[in-house]
């Protein structure tokens, strides 16, 4: 199959005494049919609750590691929450409930030790653009969407975790990923400008925001764009020069990390003083007012069919972005520790913590990079923080709501454009033009249609034309007229190196697996190589780098052989992959081939040419 790989590794058990007599060895079985039965049950159990298994060793002082940065990051999380909630367009305390239940699921399902869930921009703005579509915001049509948004990714991350089809976030490209990351982060920045400035904006990409943006400017709230501007200062300063701050007056790299992350809690709490002692509120600053209290409310999403069919595209987006996502954060902290995830398990563990985040009133959630970050350099080591910071998280809800009633929604909004202008990587988009134009094209798309026209247009336009390119690269695939170097037995390209060849012998190196594609390419290229000279009496196909070859491949190498054989010249095979000989076993070609097939390269030239003469040798494995 085009695109899959085959690793010639047998996973058998030798026996530990004596030496091996070349015998094929079956692996060990369990005798006893009803501990084997056990066996595989208790492995199953713990494949789908990782919890199992590292719960088992939890000991007092991984509990305190675990309780500490559980503590840093709920800190980090509480204005997170908030603004990210308001980028969804849902009220604030819907934010909060998407970082409660959600994160307790994730300990129970989830296998990485440092991964945070919880509300993340991208996600936010896939959920305001998906609700945006059918409801207006602070409508209760609007929250029913976005909570229905959750439980159908929840739903489909499950079934692609338990059917093991993590590999379907493979069609997302690197240049897709990171265009889509980029042009989300412009979008997301240039839509929060409204809060900065104190206007109402409308519109769902970049032209229809900047066009509204230009005709309310008049209408700017001054002491709004006071409070954004200078939480927006604020907040950049914080990130380059918090920590070396930190480090000046004694703490260690590491605590000056950790510590310099409370920078939105500053702005947040000096924000809240100012608005509440000069009662800004009557000027016109929009805050953030009265948040309800309590723990979440059990909700029950609705069960529309029609409003379900209308979902299931942006939910399917909204499951693939947040686990390619989520799965890319925990990847990287896990390497950090040598330890390793189970992407098929992340896929169960996301999927329960988004329908977690719709039975508890949240919106859609995945592993977020900073608070994930945050999290491993606090030192967590279980997921048990994950739930130890839905503890914080739902006390902060209990009683800290009052006193955010003067938090003005500017603040919010600057902590969002700071954190989404570090998603924006020019530097990626330089590397695409200089390393590949195919995956420039991509990009760009990606970045255009996100920009221009919304958030699922642009990965589905990612997506599109990545496998476009591929499948035309691929039908396209590169060949090479190789020769031998002198005094070796290897081959090179004639067109880059100097090498000895033969005009009575041509042989091709095929360096790509032969499909439907470019089983027509492969016929006229061959043809063109081998009866362009009368001399030419052997056609030699280089197979080393072929990984498979399908129906149509192999009617069109059986044309070639015939087309060939009639012009009197004898096609052979060389370097054929042991997969795709046993294929070729199946088939007539090895019947009808005019040649022979050789083990190596070096054995066709032999075979077939006197390298001194250039006569036909008798020789062949």
């Not at 380059?240 to 702005?267: D, T, Y």
């Not at 100012?274 to 409310?297: F, K, N, Y």
């Amino acid at each position: 199959m085009i695109g899959s790989t085959h690793f010639a590794v047998r996973a058998t058990v030798l026996p530990t005494y004596g030496p091996w007599d070349g015998r094929k060895v079956e692996p060990h079985a369990v005798t006893n049919s009803a501990v084997g039965h056990d066996v595989k049950l208790a492995s199953g159990i713990k494949r789908f609750f990782p919890i199992l298994q590292w719960g088992r060793d939890y000991r007092a002082d991984t509990f305190v590691n675990d309780g500490l940065a559980a503590l840093i990051v709920t800190i980090m999380l509480i204005p997170q929450s908030l603004a990210y909630a308001l980028l969804a367009g849902l009220p604030p305390q819907v934010g909060l409930y998407a970082s409660i239940l959600p994160l307790v699921a994730y300990a129970v399902f989830g296998t990485s030790r440092a991964l945070a869930v919880g509300p993340v921009a991208v996600i936010s703005l896939m959920t305001a653009a998906a609700a945006g579509n059918l409801a207006a915001q602070g409508s209760p049509e609007y929250l029913a969407i976005a909570i229905l948004l959750a439980l159908i990714s929840g739903i489909m991350l499950l079934l692609m975790g338990v059917f093991r089809m993590g590999f379907v976030a493979n069609f997302l490209s690197h240049p897709v990923i990171s265009g889509f990351i980029t042009a989300s982060g412009i979008l997301i920045a240039v839509s929060q400008l409204k809060h900065i400035l104190g206007v109402q904006v409308s519109g769902h990409n970049l032209i229809e925001i900047g066009s509204s943006l230009l005709a309310k400017i008049d209408d700017t709230n001054l002491p709004t764009l006071i409070i954004g501007a200078v939480s927006t200062l604020f907040l950049f300063w914080v990130r380059g020069n918090l920590k070396p701050l930190f480090m000046k007056i004694g703490l260690s790299e590491k605590s000056a990390n950790i510590a310099s992350r409370i920078g939105p809690v500053i702005a947040v709490v000096v924000a809240i003083s100012t608005v509440a002692l000069l009662r800004l509120d009557t000027q016109g600053v929009a805050i953030v007012g009265r948040i309800p209290e309590g723990l979440p409310p059990l909700t029950v999403p609705d069960f529309d069919m029609g409003l379900w069919i209308s979902l299931l595209g942006s939910s399917f987006v909204i499951a693939l972005i947040g686990f390619v996502e989520s799965v890319s954060v925990a990847q990287t902290l896990a390497a950090k520790k040598r330890q390793r995830i189970d992407p098929d398990q992340e896929l169960v563990g996301l999927g329960a913590a988004n329908v977690a985040a719709a039975f508890s009133g949240g919106y859609p959630v995945t592993g977020g990079f900073a608070r994930s970050a945050v999290n491993f350099d606090a030192g967590a080591e279980t997921p048990a923080a994950g739930a130890l910071t839905a503890i914080g998280i739902a006390l902060a809800t209990l009683f800290l709501t009052p006193l955010l009633y003067f938090l003005p929604i500017a603040t919010l909004a600057a902590t969002i454009i700071v954190a989404v202008l570090s998603l924006v990587n020019i530097g990626d988009i330089r590397e695409a033009w200089t390393y590949s134009k195919s995956d420039f094209a991509a990009m760009t798309a990606t970045i255009a249609m996100t920009l221009l026209v919304g958030v699922e247009a642009g990965v589905f336009a990612g997506v599109i034309l990545s496998i476009a390119l591929f499948l035309y690269r691929s039908s396209r695939p590169h060949f090479a007229i190789v020769g031998q170097v002198r005094d070796t037995e290897h081959f090179r390209n004639v067109a880059r190196h100097d090498v000895w060849t033969n005009p009575r012998l041509v042989s091709i190196r095929i360096d790509e697996s032969l499909y439907f594609a470019n089983a027509r390419y492969l016929e006229d290229t061959i043809y063109d190589l081998a009866l362009s000279s009368d001399t030419v009496e052997h056609v030699v196909l280089m197979c080393s780098a072929v990984n498979a070859i399908d129906l149509s491949a192999l009617e069109s190498l059986e044309a070639i052989n015939d087309r060939l054989q009639s012009a009197g010249v004898l096609l052979h095979l060389s370097e054929v992959k042991g997969p795709v000989m046993d294929r070729l076993k199946r088939s007539h070609l090895l019947e009808r081939l005019s040649g022979k097939v050789f083990q190596s390269q070096m054995d066709a030239i032999r075979g077939t040419t006197d390298t001194a003469h250039g006569t036909v040798l008798d020789y062949h494995l």
